[in-house]
């Protein structure tokens, strides 16, 4: 019986994790399609960069200040102690709030100014890199480009709404076990060459030129 016990308890410990990880990877996969199109690989790619500032200031205005507090985000009746469907409704929430409370937030004449110049400052990022590639283009594919740009824009801001999120969540469902993530994290960024972001970063690339090459 304390075998079946442990089958059970490693079976739901499997569809926890899988649950919350297949949003991401469904971001991952629009994104990896976007790039046939796009050709940009790596983490340095402003749309990407652009995508996640989005994010960032949709987290500041629809996550309240005190749930980033350290007794709210570890404490066992903290804001991040849920179950994973509580989890999963509170991210949804998130989602749907971003873009509603962001418009609100940047009103002309309401909200903080600074909230404003950091929005301008991605969407400055984002129309150069546009602006460039449509010359280097000189309108080939414009539609597909224009369409794969937005997408991975819209993908890299949501992604970042629902990875803050899971992150505090996390934190409060592992707790001590955080710790030896972190030390395994830090172990392999001493001894391997290179660590492990970094060959995560390297397959998506390898992931994507293989889809193009594939589709040339």
């Known amino acids: 019986m304390a075998f079946i016990d442990l089958l059970g308890d490693?079976?739901?410990?499997?569809?926890?994790?899988?649950?919350?990880?297949?949003?991401?990877?469904?971001?991952?996969?629009?994104f990896l399609v976007a790039q046939t199109e796009r050709g940009v690989r790596g983490l340095t790619d402003p749309t990407l960069i652009a995508g996640a500032m989005i994010g960032v200031a949709a987290i500041a205005v629809v996550v309240p200040e005190f749930a980033f507090g350290w007794g709210a985000v570890i404490g066992a009746q903290g804001a991040w102690d849920l179950t994973l469907g509580e989890f999963f409704a509170r991210a949804a929430r998130f989602e749907l709030r971003a873009l509603p409370e962001l418009l609100e937030h940047t009103r002309i004449g309401d909200g903080p100014g600074h909230l404003r110049l950091w929005l301008q400052l991605a969407f400055a990022i984002w129309l150069v890199r546009l602006a460039v590639c449509l010359l280097l283009r000189r309108g080939r594919g414009a539609a597909r480009f224009l369409a794969a740009e937005s997408a991975t824009l819209a993908v890299s801001a949501a992604g970042?709404?629902?990875?803050?999120?899971?992150?505090?969540w996390s934190i409060n469902q592992l707790n001590v076990w955080l710790l030896l993530v972190l030390i395994v994290l830090i172990q392999d960024y001493r001894y391997e060459k290179p660590p492990l972001l970094t060959r995560l970063a390297g397959a998506m690339g390898t992931t994507s030129a293989g889809r193009k090459d594939a589709n040339s």
């Open 160 to 168: 970042v709404v629902y990875m803050v999120p899971l992150v505090l």
């Open 10 to 30: 490693a079976g739901d410990l499997i569809f926890r994790i899988l649950a919350v990880v297949a949003p991401l990877l469904a971001w991952q996969w629009a």
